[in-house]
């Protein structure tokens, strides 16, 4: 079986599910044939590349097949660049901005955030 290199550095088996999983998001409601992207997973494969090197070569491969044709190609590209900066935002600070509300109240508590911002509501920002 295939090995990778996860973000924590653990080599682990290939799951190519996983990388479906994430290009069925990026190309959900857009006019593009993700098996033409899925396809370059081999050109870009190479036994114990990281987890990153791969989702950085699926962003690559998508803006190169941005054409005025097949415009959509920028926006998977686009999706799968922010799925990138989550998992980085996650494992280097050990949360994920999902939650909005709930990620400005834990960065307050631990004093990232001034703690004015939970005095605000929504009604008032608009």
């Known amino acids: 079986m295939r090995q ?12 190519i599910t996983k990388i479906r999983e994430k290009l069925l998001r990026a190309c959900d409601n857009l006019e593009v ?10 050109s870009i494969y190479a036994e114990n590349i990281t987890t990153k090197k791969i989702q950085e070569s699926l962003i690559n491969q998508a803006v190169s097949m941005t054409s005025f044709e097949e415009s959509d190609w920028t926006y998977v590209a686009g999706r799968l660049l922010m799925m990138e900066t989550e998992r980085e935002v996650f494992h280097k600070r050990g949360f994920s901005y999902g939650e909005f509300y709930k990620s400005i109240k834990t960065l307050v508590e631990i ?16």
């Open 4 to 15: 990778v290199i996860n973000r924590a550095g653990i080599r682990e088996n290939l799951d």
């Open 33 to 42: 044939n993700m098996i033409e992207l899925e396809s370059h997973i081999e």
């Open 111 to 126: 004093g990232i955030y001034d703690n004015r911002l939970l005095d605000y509501t929504v009604e008032e920002i608009e």
